[in-house]
Structure formats: C-alpha cells, structure tokens
C-alpha cells in the first residue's frame, strides 16, 4: 500500500535517486488557506544538508503544488505535488548493486519483487518521507482552524536523555538548535554525540517525544481503530522507527492501578471537554482507544542509522560471503530530520479521525 487514511489521504510517489518525489492528498477540506510558505518551511525542517551533523547531500526541497488549490485556498480537490531530485549521486553506489546492505530492506525488496533500485536505497529510501511532510503541513493548516496543535522534538540520543515529563521544557527553544531538543545543554552534548559518530563513519539511534494539544473528546473508535493504535501504525511506518509508546507507557507496567488511574474532576473547559477533565494524563489524552481532551503525548523510538561508512560483512545476491564498504551521504542520526515526520504523521492521523467522527455525526 502506497496510501495512507481513510476519508484524508496521501498517496505517495518516487525514488530517492529518480526524477521526483511526490503525492496527492484527498480529502483536503475545501476554503482553506494555504501558506505555501509553512509548506516549504517545513519541508526545510526536513530537508538533508541542514546542519554538520546531518547527510552532505544538498537539495532545495522546492515544493510544487500541481492542483487542488486556487486563489490562494484550497478547492477539496486532489492536491497533487512534486519535489524534484536535483542532487542525486547514483554512481556512490554502484559498488552494491549486487550486494544486501547489513540492515537495509535491500534484500527484503529484492526477494518480495524480484528486482530492486539500489540507488540510495529507491523506495525504501526516507527521502520519501518529503511526501509526507507536505501533507502533513496541509494538515496542520486544517488543524490550526481547530485550535490543534502539535509539537515533536528529541528527548534522546544513544544515553543522552531529558526527563519524561514534556512540560518541564519550553517549546520555543525546540528550533534553537540543529538537535531540535528543548533542553540547550542536553542539546549541545547530543549534537557533540552524532558528530562524534559523523565522524567516525558510525550512527546513534534515539527517542522522538510529540504532544498533541487541544484535541477534542471522542476521536479514534472502541475496537480495531483506537486513537492510539492509529498513532502507532503511522509513526512505525517512518523508516527506522522500532518502538511506539503513548501515555506513561511501558514505564506504568511498573505501578499500582491506584497509582496510574486518572481521576476526573470538573473543568472550566465546557467545549473542549464538556467541563470535565482528568485530574492527572497517565493514560496520554486517550481512554478506550478514544481522545479524552486532554493532551495526546506519545514516544517514538529509532535506530541507528543502518548505512555505516566502513567496511563490513555481508552476501551478495548468490548468498556468496563478501565484504560491503558502502559510499556516499549518509544521516549519522536520523533524529533531527526525523522531526518533522513524526509531526506531520501525528497532523494526518488528527485530521483524518476528525473527519471520520464528524462523518458519523451528520
């Protein structure tokens, strides 16, 4: 499946070393403004070459919006897209044509299809996930009108880690560092730590934390469909993702229930929560499988890089042992670039469980 939601939904296009990389979005409520300006913001919080400690590769990540908007606002048409490829280095990686890059979808692709593009990685490449960010920044335009916001940033590289407790941090100071984490201290010894693996031609994996505010009561469904269970699909699908954890998470297996029950108390909050809310948000703004207005705060965790600069073990498509020396422009970290993509998964998942449930309330 190349298409993700139900009632707004991106379906994405391209290789990381073809023409372009691109989608179309439907679904798109019509009337909405859209700031083509955020658009390449975002996609600039996203793109590769931004800082020392991110790939060298250098791409304008120019968006071009193809249909679906007119005057300035969305029509509720398709909203097809493009960003082209302009700094593609195909020839780094012909030494590999031949050969399954150590923890790569490499050989799972070749066996699945019978064929493979080994230029950067083709589809598999997270050069995709550009796609991803344009919609979600269509999304976030949607949201915005709602009062819904959402915000990620990096709470951990390899052991370096911030509290669990989002609130103790100012958002503002999120964008203040090539990290994208709000702690300046913990940002520069972060920073000091993917270069350190830049240089040595190694990676470092690490923890995305996202909070979701202003969410209404009653998105996501009681069975198959909860909230957090759509969160978690889309935040695993994004390349290197290994781990998703909403609410306290694995940390509440640890306490008592008198310990982890949030108790309701009455709110001021008469529209957003119907002048109720929970006294404590163990449970992460989601209650059986559905929103319960209180923030949506969730972890995402990722490995390392699997593109290591040296050389390593490996077979080729024979199943002959060899060794693999891989080139190129690689990511040290995924975790500042990776951002981004995690908001703009959490902006989708939002806006489409809000069109559903308005759906069933018509």
């Given at each position: 499946m190349n298409t993700f939601g139900k009632l707004f939904t991106l379906t994405t296009f391209g290789e990381s070393h073809g023409v372009a990389v691109g989608g179309v979005v439907d679904g798109?409520?019509?009337g909405i403004p859209i700031d083509i300006d955020f658009i390449q913001r975002e996609l600039a919080r996203r793109k590769p070459g931004q800082s020392r400690?991110?790939?060298?590769?250098?791409?304008?990540?120019q968006v071009e919006l193809l249909s679906g908007v007119f005057e300035g606002k969305s029509t509720g048409t398709p909203i097809g897209f493009i960003v082209r490829n302009r700094n593609q280095q195909s020839k780094d990686y012909d030494s590999i044509a031949d050969l399954f890059r150590p923890s790569h979808a490499d050989y799972t692709y070749y066996n699945k299809y019978g064929i493979r593009d080994y230029r950067g990685g083709g589809r598999a490449s997270a050069r995709i996930t550009l796609s991803r960010v344009v919609a979600g920044a269509l999304a976030k335009l949607v949201l915005k009108q709602k009062g819904i916001?959402?915000?990620a940033y990096t709470s951990q590289v390899g052991d370096i880690t911030l509290d669990r407790n989002y609130q103790k941090y100012d958002f503002s100071l999120i964008e203040c560092n090539p990290v994208r984490c709000p702690e300046p201290k913990k940002a520069k010894e972060m920073e000091a730590l993917i270069a350190e693996m830049k240089r040595e031609g190694d990676t470092i994996g690490g923890v995305i934390t996202c909070v979701i505010k202003g969410c209404?009561?009653?998105l996501g469904e009681p069975e198959f469909d909860k909230l957090h269970a759509q969160l978690g699909a889309a935040m695993l699908s994004i390349n290197a993702a290994k781990g998703f954890e909403y609410g306290e998470g694995?940390?509440?297996?640890?306490?008592?229930?008198?310990?982890?029950?949030?108790?309701?108390?009455?709110?001021s909050d008469k529209q957003q929560t119907h002048g109720i809310k929970t006294k404590t948000n163990h449970c992460g703004g989601i209650q059986g499988g559905i929103s319960n207005g209180e923030d949506i705060y969730f972890r995402v965790a990722f490995k390392p890089v699997a593109t290591l600069?040296?050389?390593?073990?490996?077979?080729n498509k024979e199943g002959e042992a060899t060794k693999i020396d891989v080139h190129g422009r690689h990511d040290p970290c995924v975790l500042p670039r990776a951002v981004p993509i995690v908001e703009a998964m959490a902006a989708m998942t939002i806006l489409d469980a809000l069109l559903v449930d308005n759906a069933k309330r018509i």
């Open positions: 798109m409520p019509p400690i991110t790939t060298d590769r250098k791409e304008l990540d916001s959402i915000t209404p009561v009653g694995f940390a509440s297996a640890s306490y008592r229930g008198s310990q982890q029950n949030d108790v309701f108390i009455p709110s600069l040296m050389e390593q073990e490996t077979v």
